[in-house]
C-alpha cells in the first residue's frame, strides 16, 4: 500500500498585504476620477503587479486588465496565466477571462464583451484610459485594438499615468524590499571581485554575480547584466560571448529582489592602474557627489544631469561623458530595469520622497577604449538623497573586498520579512592578500592603437 499524505493547502503568493493593494488601487481610482475616465484597460505588466501582484512574463502576448469606475476587475488572458494569476494575485476565478489561442483568433475580441458587461455602449459615450505603450500591446494589436472599440467608447492614452503618479513613489514596504536588493548586488559585486584577476574566465565571474541574487532569495534582473574586460570595458549593454579578463573590467548589474531593482556599477583596473585611470576616477568621485547633491526633494531631475555634465566638462572629460547619467528604477519587468524619468538635460519631473533612482557616473576614453564609472542605487529622503549601496569608491578589488568586510546586514536596513524561508546565501572567504597590493601604476603603449570609436560628440540634431 503507498502512504498517504495529506497535500498542503493552496496559498497564495503574495508578496503586499491585501490592504495596501487595495489602498494601491483606491489610489488609481482617484487618479482616474481626475482624469474624468469611466474604466481603464492595463496592459503594462507593472501596472498589473502594482495593482494586483500578478505576476507573468505571460505579457510577451496579448493580455489585458480591464479596472472599472467601482473597483472590479477583468484580467483577459491565456490559459497558461490563468493558474498563475490565481496564485500570484489577489484576482479570484470570477475576475479572469481566458481567450482562444486558436489560429486565426483575435486576441482582443473579448475586450468588447468586458466592456459591455460593464454597461459601456455606444450610447454611453465613456472614456477609457489605455496603455499603449507596453509590450502586450504592439502596433498590430493596438489597431486591432481600436477597431474592436470603435463606437463603444474613446480610448484614452495615459501609459504613464501610473508611472508618473504612483508607482514612481515607493511606500515603506517597497522600500524594504530595494534596500535587500541593494544588500544583493553588493553581495554579488564582492563574490565577483573575488574572482576577478587577469586571466579569469568571465564565465565564472557571471557565476557569482547571478548565483549570490539566487540564494539571496532574488529575482533575474528585467534585462541582462553587462559584465566586459579588456578593451571591451567601454560598453554598456550585454552582448554574447564570454572571454578572459584583462587590463580593466566594468560590471553594471542590478539585483532584483520581488522584481524591485537596485543597481550597482563599477570599473575596476587589473594588473595596474593608469594615471588616466587615476584620473577619470577622481572625476567620476566628484561627478557623483554633484549628482547627489543636486538630488533634492523639490527640484527637478535634469539638474542631476547638469552637475554631471558640469564636473565632466569643468575636468576637460567633455568628450568621454554621456548624454544621460540614470534613471528611475522600481518593480519592472522585461525588457529593461530602466522606468521613467531618465536624467537626462531639460527633464523636469519633481524629485520627491521615496523617489529611487539609479545614478550612473561614466567616463569612456575614446582614444584608449580605458572606461571609468561608479554607479549606486540612491533613495530620496527629506532633506536630499542618501546610498542604499554601502560600498565605497575605490579603484581595485581587494580595497573593495576590503571595505565590504566592515559592514553587516544590518546597515542595509531591511527586515526579517525580506528573508525567504530556505535562503541560503553563501559568504566567500574574503582574505585575500595586503589591501593595497594591487594599487599600483602601469602605462600602456597606444602608439600604434586602433580605437573603437572616433574623437568626437557624435549625437545629431534632427
Known amino acids: 500500500m503507498p502512504e498517504f499524505k495529506k497535500a498542503p493547502a493552496f496559498k497564495k503568493a503574495l508578496h503586499f498585504s491585501e490592504q495596501e493593494f487595495a489602498e494601491r488601487r483606491a489610489k488609481v481610482l482617484e487618479l482616474m476620477k481626475r482624469e474624468k475616465l469611466d474604466g481603464f484597460l492595463f496592459t503594462k505588466q507593472e501596472s498589473l503587479y502594482y495593482m494586483t501582484g500578478y505576476d ?12 472599472h469606475n467601482d473597483g472590479q476587475m477583468r484580467l483577459i488572458t491565456r490559459i497558461p496565466d490563468f493558474r498563475q494569476a490565481l496564485y500570484t494575485s489577489i484576482l479570484e476565478q470570477k475576475d479572469i477571462l481566458i481567450r482562444s489561442d486558436d489560429a486565426g483568433s483575435n486576441p482582443v475580441s473579448l475586450v468588447p ?3 459591455q458587461d460593464f454597461g459601456i455602449n455606444s450610447a454611453s459615450s465613456c472614456r477609457i484610459g489605455y496603455e499603449p505603450d507596453s509590450c502586450s500591446l504592439t502596433h498590430r494589436l493596438g489597431r486591432a485594438l481600436e477597431t474592436a472599440v470603435d463606437g463603444l467608447c474613446t480610448l484614452v492614452d495615459h501609459s504613464d499615468l501610473l508611472t508618473r503618479e504612483l508607482r514612481i513613489v515607493k511606500t515603506e514596504t517597497e522600500m524594504r524590499k530595494v534596500r ?21 574566465y568571465e564565465g565564472d565571474l557571471w557565476r557569482e554575480i547571478v548565483g549570490t541574487v539566487y540564494e539571496g532569495g532574488g529575482d533575474d534582473p528585467a534585462n541582462e547584466n553587462i559584465l566586459v574586460s579588456g ?5 554598456t549593454r550585454y552582448s554574447t560571448g564570454k572571454d578572459t579578463i584583462e587590463r580593466q573590467i566594468t560590471l553594471e548589474h542590478a539585483a532584483a529582489y520581488k522584481h524591485y531593482h537596485a543597481c550597482l556599477m563599477r570599473t575596476i583596473p587589473l594588473g595596474g592602474i593608469t594615471k588616466l585611470a587615476r584620473q577619470m576616477h577622481e572625476v567620476n568621485k566628484l561627478q557623483m557627489q554633484a549628482c547627489m547633491g543636486a538630488l533634492r526633494p523639490g527640484r527637478p531631475i535634469g539638474d542631476v544631469f547638469e552637475a554631471y555634465a558640469r564636473v565632466a566638462d569643468e575636468k576637460g572629460f567633455r568628450d568621454q561623458r554621456f548624454n544621460s547619467c540614470g534613471y528611475s528604477l522600481g518593480a519592472t519587468f522585461a525588457p529593461t530595469w530602466m522606468d521613467f524619468p531618465m536624467f537626462v538635460r531639460g527633464q523636469d519631473v519633481v524629485a520627491r520622497q521615496g523617489m529611487v533612482f539609479f545614478i550612473h557616473i561614466i567616463l569612456m576614453d575614446k582614444a584608449t577604449d580605458t572606461a571609468s564609472s561608479l554607479g549606486q542605487t540612491v533613495e530620496v529622503t ?3 538623497c542618501v546610498a542604499l549601496s554601502k560600498l565605497p569608491f575605490f579603484l581595485t578589488r581587494r580595497q573593495t573586498i576590503a571595505a565590504w568586510k566592515k559592514l553587516t546586514k544590518e546597515d542595509y536596513g531591511f527586515t526579517a520579512e525580506e528573508e525567504d524561508e530556505g535562503e541560503n546565501l553563501q559568504d566567500v572567504d574574503l582574505s585575500d592578500g595586503e ?11 597606444f602608439s600604434d592603437y586602433q580605437p573603437s570609436a572616433s574623437l568626437g560628440d557624435p549625437t545629431q540634431a534632427a
Open 56 to 67: 507573468t512574463f505571460g505579457y510577451v502576448f496579448f493580455q489585458a486588465m480591464y479596472f
Open 113 to 115: 464583451k468586458v466592456l
Open 180 to 200: 535587500k536588493a541593494a544588500y544583493l548586488a553588493d553581495f554579488a559585486l564582492i563574490r565577483t571581485l573575488k574572482l576577478a584577476k587577469p586571466g579569469a
Open 231 to 235: 578593451n571591451k570595458a567601454v560598453l
Open 382 to 384: 527629506a532633506e536630499g
Open 435 to 445: 589591501v593595497d597590493e594591487e594599487d599600483f601604476d602601469v602605462e600602456y603603449d
